[in-house]
């Protein structure tokens, strides 16, 4: 499952940067003929709003609002200058032009709307990345989750004991199957909810970036909006600085000559945007795709491991293994979830204690929710660093006879489930005769793969 989550994000997140990158390239290639010294001599000016822009995208600190009110006034600096040559023109003159810039819009109304669909599209883009990082780590954690003596002993029960008895080719009953694993992944089944919740958000979003805040005429075509928005001040050059004169006062000659760069070309510039607004709606209706089959991942994991073709007999079948002989299995099924797993005949599971990490994922799930709720109405949402290694190991025991032998009776003396904060390394000890460290969840899904290649071919 995790890469189920982390390929639209690997896709979507390069596509999203090779839009960026085509973007600049076009800049580049047709602004040195286009505008000559404006463009050559503001070169590190057009560098830096991407270089800006990139580094947004990767969730740094970064206000994207600030970060473009910059480039249009640096821009604006220093083409005012390149376009009245004649004028000795100082800092604080500059400063004065800026404070008015908003009323005689210079470049027409290209900057304020590149601020609202670029903020929209470029924090559609990088929640809407984020979130599947997010998706995939608490998969990542989840599974590193240390499980309980009582569920390891219960797995080898499930898995092995039929081939300790010579009935290597009778599988475990369905519903004892069920139980198990239900009871094994107690915790993890609570995260459905908020991952259900995380899904859709992350649908929602997809909806955004591929309609209102979509990130190919938007992302793609910034070139063309800057060199829209240098084309209206080319044109209103005159117009632009007389009203600059009337606030801020008229300029003194300077002793040099009249620039050819006002004789450039004029008027509007077309540029060609080669649309791929077609590979975007793949990627996107892939995406989403994927999202709405792992909405119930974690409630209908112990159907999937317990299926037919992986683990369990037919749930109809009085001649699997039911934790004692060959025959029906009578127990009901329980619930999802630990608050259900209370009267469970195969685990015992104390409801009382939840996994941490687990908690803790539940809470990831549900802040990154809330961002993208953000994100969805266009506000934006600051992100940290949630990346947190965490490593566990472990090994089951072959087939000893307190799990073969009988059912486990639920005394007080049975070790209870252990719950774990975030571990800083693998190996966490269990207290008792053993030192070895517990297995994680994912050696359920590695227990059902071995067992279905080696013990019923």
Partial sequence: VQ????????YLSGYFQDLLNKSEKALYDA????????????VKVFKDLYSELRRYYRSSNINLEEALNEFWTRLLERLFKLLNPQYHITDEYLDCMVKHAEQHKPFGEVPRDLKVKATRAFIAARSYAQGFLVGSDVVKKVSQVSLSHECTRAIMKLMYCPHCRGMSSVRPCNNYCLNVVKGCLANQADLNTEWKYLMDSLIGVADRIDGPYNVDTVIGTIHMRIAEAISNLQENKDSITSKVFQGCGNLKISTKGSSSEDKKRRGKVTLEAKSSAQALEMLVLDAKGNLTALKTYWITLPSSLCSKRVMASSASDDKCWNGMTKGSYLPQVMGDGLANQINNPEVEVD???PDMTIRQQIMQLKIMTNRLGNANIGNDVDFQDTSDDMSGSGSGDSCPDDVCGKRLSKSSST????????????????????SRSLPSAS??????????QHLWR
């Avoid at 890469?3 to 690997?10: D, K, L, V």
């Avoid at 571990?423 to 207290?431: A, E, L, T, Y």
């Fill in 415 to 434: 070790r209870q489930p252990e719950t774990n904060a975030i571990p800083k390394q693998s190996g966490h000890g269990v207290n008792g005769a053993s």
């Fill in 351 to 353: 409801i009382t204690k």
């Fill in 31 to 42: 602004f040195p003929s286009m505008y000559g010294e404006l463009y050559t001599q503001n």
């Fill in 3 to 10: 890469q189920i989550i982390t390929s639209p994000f690997s």
């Fill in 443 to 452: 050696l359920l899904l590695s227990v059902a793969v071995i067992a279905a």
